[in-house]
């Protein structure tokens, strides 16, 4: 069982930025690709970035409403995938979670691929 920790959500002002972290327990997190979410009330989860583990290069991947702006990173070592969230929007406003995959080698873009997840934390930007 894989237990997932996030941290780093918050209220900021338009064009700010945020880091979000999460911290895995557990063994094989190199092995794993580690993906943010996010989910705003009435919509699903959806997709905002991955990091494939060792055997996927630990290639990322990312929506397109992020793209150049969200920077996503893992540190094996510490079993902890981070997000670096610039220049952010209001309409990036949401509850960000983090969720593990043992998708080895392909993006897993869905929700449906993950296997475990965090609790989600709050990220609040306003105009």
């Known amino acids: 069982q894989v237990q997932l920790v996030e941290s780093g959500g918050g209220s900021v002002q338009a064009g700010a930025s945020l880091r979000l972290s999460c911290t895995a327990s557990g063994d094989a997190f190199n092995w794993r690709s580690m993906g943010w979410f996010r989910q705003t009330p009435g919509k699903g989860r959806e997709l905002v970035a991955v990091v494939l583990g060792v055997r996927g290069g630990y290639t990322a991947h990312y929506a397109d409403s992020v793209t150049g702006r969200f920077v996503i990173s893992r540190d094996n070592a510490k079993n902890t995938v981070s997000m670096q969230m610039n220049s952010l929007k209001p309409e990036d406003t949401a509850i960000y979670y983090c969720?593990?995959?043992?998708?080895?080698?392909?993006?897993?873009?869905?929700?449906?691929?993950?296997?475990?997840w965090g609790r989600g934390t709050q990220v609040t930007v306003s105009s």
């Open positions: 969720a593990a995959s043992n998708t080895l080698r392909t993006a897993p873009l869905e929700e449906s691929e993950y296997d475990f």
